[in-house]
Structures are given as C-alpha cells and as structure tokens.
C-alpha cells in the first residue's frame, strides 16, 4: 500500500465496500492488519457487547446496531446475514438459524461478471435497504433477542483467534457510518502499522470489462500491459472465463484465479472465438505521468495525475515537467487528467492549483460545521514557491478531465479552476466529496481515535461540492456510444441513502455561451470515426481525452481570431 495514502480514506473504503469473496475477510492482508491492531489494543467481543450492542443502546439506536451487526458477521462469513422473521426471504437464500425474532439466512453466492448492470444492482440494494431499514425502525428489541444474537456470534467468533476483533472492528465502524458516511474508527497504532507496509503497485492484468446491453465487453486496454501483450483487443466480447460461461463466474472463482496469477478467457472478434491466457503482475503506477500528443498540428503535453500527495516534491516535479515540455517542443495546451483520482493533500492541492492560477488566489473555504466559521484557504504565496523552483503560468491553455471518481481536492481544483475560468473542464460528475474529517479520542478506549466530517469545503462561486459534485463545463461520456448503465458510478450521495441532505445544488458551469460555441465547432464525427476504427486495435480510444483535445483547439482558434 502506498504510504502517502490517507490513512482516513482508507479505512473509510475497507468498510464501505462490499465482500470481495466468499468465506472471511482474512485473506485479504488490509483486514488481518486491522484486525489484529483491534486484538493488540485489547478491545475485543466481550468490550463490543458491554459498550455498543446493549438492549438499552440497541433500542435507542436499532438501525445502527442492526447494521453494525450485519457488517460483522459479513467480515466473518461473507455468505451470511441476519434478517429479522418478518423480512421476506429471496429464493436464493435459505435459512440456517432461529435468533429469538431474528433468524441467520445463507445466500448463494451470485454470479460476478455479468448478471446484470452495475445501476441495476445498486438500484435493486438500495431499494432493499431503505425497505429494510423502514422495518427496522419499527422493530422493538427484546433481551431474549439480544442474547440469542450475540450467543450465535460468540460461537461463530470462536472458530478462529481474529474473528473476534475482526467482527468487533466491522461493527464499530459500520454503527458510526449510519450518521456519518465518511467516520471511521481505529487504534492509534494502527495508522504507523499501515504507513509501515512496502509501497507496492497492485496486482493486474490491464483490461477494464464492461456490461453493454448483457454483452462482457473490453472497454479499455492498458499499453503494455499483460492483456495487451496476450492479444486482447478493444471491443472484443468475452464469454468465458476459465473455460466457464460468463454468466455463471462467481467472485470465489474469480479470487482463485487472482491467487494463481494466471487466467484464461474466451473472446469473440469478428464472429470467430478465441482463447488468450493473460498472467497478472504486478503493476506499479506513478503518481504523476507525462505525455507528448500531437493534435492537429499542436502539440499537448498529456498530464495524468493519480493522487495529491502530502510530498511536496511532486508539486515541483509537476512544474519542472511542464517546463521542460514547453521549452524541447513548443507546447500549446495542456490536458489534466484526474478521472478515478481521490484527492489527499489540501497543501498540495494549493501548490497545484498556484501553477495555474498564481499565488494567493482563494482555492476554498473551510466551514466548520459547529462553530460556522469560515478560513480561506488559498493558493501559494508565489515568492515561496518560485524560491522552490516552483514556476507559475497563468496563459497557457488547459483542460481538465474528471468523472464520478474524482473526489475531495480532485473536485475543488476542478472547481476553482472553472470558476476562475481558467481552465475547461470535460467528462462527468465528480463523486461529490467537499468536505473534511477531524480525529479526537475515542470514548471506547484510550488508545482509539474517532473520525468524523467536521468541515466543509466551499469553492470561490461559494457552493460546496458536498454530495452534489461538480458539474464538467462539457459533460462527455466514456465511450462516444456508451448508455447511463454503463457509465454507472456510485458516488456519495448514494454512500447512505438514510441520510439525504445537500446545503446547495450543484452549480451549472458559467460560461455558457462560450461552451455552446466550442461545443459547435468540436468535430464530433471525427471522433466517432476514430473511436469505430479503434475497435479490434490493441488501445481503445480515449473519447473524453480526444474530446479535451478538441475543446482546446477550438477555444484556441477562436481566441486568436
């Protein structure tokens, strides 16, 4: 894991996410490091049911306990989860076991690859949760059910040492999530012991898969990678796995397949089948990486930016390499890419975002949610970082791309940039993370910290991007063709459906005539042409980074007339 990564935000996506595979959660080296920080700190089954899952706490605060509960037993037995008896069981479950007016149901696992639309399933889980959750609310818990409930988790803790702590910890950080979609709880120790893991790449095979009306597509092939040298191609269609029907592939038969680093898969290209073998390896991916690309007799410089690291010296390799571009080949524009980038570091952000801005321009406000006050946060002061080696350019043409995955200083620099209208930006709406998490000591023990949002992001049009996101100036699809299933993205508003609240709409972008006249003069059949004779090449066609390009030939163009 990387060291830079915010130790916050990655607790954060451990107990957001769904199981990835059947049996326990200890395979996985994330979830046996934090489960053996929780053992090491001595807070174990017997503290969880003295201090949370009590009747009086638990009648009180029944969804929280409820879910905590679910969320445990998930990390334990990924394949089971408890219902209350007035709940409707699915054909595919069946039930294993009487907890008083509760009861244990097993489910069998679903097929993984393609069963239906990733917005059909979050769709179909978020209508059953707020179901569940509106009979929850209406439930009143007994003793007798409360003993029962923690009698069977004793007895399925005790088949292994950390399946205690590891319930315990899922628990803990799923009952505080039901008020709060980004607070996380965790031992003091445990941010030195994830910072301590090697900075390693991640383990891959290069190809991204999607679901285009029922049909396993190859949408994108990463260069050089293993995929890429197995032959597989853009568009191609695959139907097996393993020598199994796509349709009946499980995550359990997916994981196996990770662990022996080696795969097989069925495609068809033009009407005739084909087998390819393709190895996993390990990939690591830097966190910024530079690209010349020439447009229409204009060259680009093609920035890819992954994370805003807390080490500031990427910030003056950013502008080194910037620099170095614009002088060896004449640079007319740059693209930003922060698609699927998180955010991190605030300092960094600020050192980026004076680059293009210059110094002490007003990035955001920090709102603090209890006190109201607001602190400007700005941009660099420019002698400090010229001294660094830091260089500004305020001129040079710029387009950002972004989408449901660009999150936190992802979004306000999006923002702040288009609305100094600095830069255009080009793809689809970010996640919607404008806000900021706090830590202070745990009321459960000493040796824990809580965190929780304490803050708000406002950007300088002041509205935040708090759950509503930033709307790109030209919002462009992933594909030229691509439907609303397959550009699906679970963002934060969908984080807790429970709690759906917004200070503000998101703001459209300004400009619009400005946007209306680019949009006339991008050559759409040009693109589309290209992105239908990339289909069976060994690289996809990037739509939104060709779509940048021609935003900023035309904005060029007609600034110079």
């Given at each position: 894991m990387r060291k830079y990564v915010s130790i916050v935000f990655l607790l954060i996506s451990m107990f957001c996410v769904p199981p990835t595979q059947a049996g326990d959660l200890l395979g996985i080296p994330y979830f046996k490091i934090v489960a053996e920080a929780w053992r090491d700190n001595n807070y174990t089954l017997y503290n969880l049911w003295s201090d949370g899952f009590t009747l009086n706490n638990c009648q009180k605060n029944i969804v929280p306990c409820l879910k905590g509960i679910n969320a445990g037993l998930t990390?334990?037995?990924?394949?089971?989860?408890?219902?209350h008896k007035s709940e409707k069981i699915k054909a595919t479950e069946k039930i294993v076991s009487e907890l008083g007016a509760f009861q244990v149901?097993?489910?069998?696992?679903?097929?993984?690859?393609?069963?239906?639309?990733?917005?059909?399933?979050?769709e179909i889980s978020q209508r059953d949760e707020l179901t569940q959750i509106d009979l929850w609310k209406k439930i009143i818990l007994t003793q007798r059910d409360i003993d029962q409930i923690q009698n069977y988790i004793n007895t399925q803790a005790s088949k292994k040492e950390l399946y205690g702590p590891l319930f315990t910890s899922?628990?803990?950080?799923?009952?505080?999530?039901?008020?709060?979609?980004?607070?996380?709880?965790?031992?003091?120790?445990?941010?030195?012991?994830?910072?301590?893991l090697p900075d390693e790449g991640s383990v891959q095979a290069g190809l991204t898969l999607t679901n285009i009306n029922g049909r396993l597509m190859v949408k994108a092939i990463t260069l050089d990678s293993p995929a890429f040298w197995a032959g597989v191609r853009y568009m191609d269609e695959v139907i097996a796995f393993n020598g199994q029907k796509i349709d009946k592939v499980t995550t359990s038969e997916f994981s196996r397949s990770i662990d022996a680093k080696i795969f097989a898969i069925d495609i068809l290209r033009a009407g005739e089948k084909q087998t390819l073998a393709i190895p996993l390896v390990e990939l690591s991916l830097k966190k910024a990486e530079f690209s010349l690309v020439q447009w229409r007799s204009r060259n680009i410089i093609r920035m890819k930016l992954r994370t805003f690291d807390?080490?500031?010296?990427?910030?003056?390799?950013?502008?080194?390499?910037?620099?170095?571009?614009?002088?060896?080949?004449?640079?007319?524009?740059?693209?930003?890419?922060?698609?699927?980038?998180?955010?991190?570091?605030?300092?960094?952000?600020?050192?980026?975002n004076?680059?293009?801005?210059?110094?002490d321009k007003l990035l955001m406000n920090r709102v603090d949610l209890d006190t109201k006050q607001a602190t400007p946060i700005n941009t660099w002061h420019q002698p400090i970082a010229e001294a660094s080696g830091i260089k500004v350019d305020q001129s040079i043409p710029l387009a950002i791309l972004i989408n449901g995955k660009s999150a936190s200083m992802s979004e306000a620099t999006a923002g702040a940039l288009r609305d100094y209208a600095r830069a255009w930006s080009i793809g689809q709406r970010t996640f919607g993370k404008g806000s900021i998490n706090g830590g202070s000591p745990s009321s459960i023990s000493e040796k824990f910290l809580e965190y929780k949002t304490v803050a708000l992001f406002y950007q300088p049009n002041q509205t935040t991007n708090e759950l509503v996101g930033i709307i790109p100036d030209f919002t462009v699809p992933s594909?030229?063709?691509?439907?609303?299933?397959?550009?699906?993205?679970?963002?934060?508003?969908?984080?807790?459906?429970?709690?759906?609240?917004?200070?503000?709409?998101?703001?459209l972008p300004p400009r619009q005539n400005r946007i209306a006249e680019i949009e006339r003069c991008v050559d759409k059949q040009d693109l589309i042409k290209r992105s239908e004779e990339a289909v069976g090449k060994s690289v996809a066609l990037d739509y939104q980074f060709f779509y940048a390009l021609e935003v900023l030939r035309c904005d060029t163009m007609s600034a110079s007339r």
């Open positions: 990390s334990i037995d990924t394949n089971k989860k408890i219902v149901v097993e489910f069998d696992e679903p097929a993984m690859l393609l069963n239906s639309s990733q917005k059909q399933i979050f899922w628990f803990m950080n799923e009952y505080k999530r039901t008020s709060d979609p980004f607070a996380s709880i965790i031992p003091y120790d445990l941010a030195s012991r994830l910072a301590s807390a080490d500031l010296s990427l910030c003056t390799y950013i502008s080194k390499q910037i620099e170095v571009f614009k002088h060896r080949y004449s640079v007319q524009g740059i693209v930003l890419d922060l698609r699927d980038n998180g955010g991190g570091s605030v300092y960094f952000g600020s050192c980026l004076m680059i293009f801005l210059g110094g594909r030229y063709k691509t439907t609303a299933d397959e550009d699906f993205v679970k963002r934060n508003e969908d984080l807790n459906p429970e709690l759906p609240f917004k200070r503000n709409e998101a703001t």
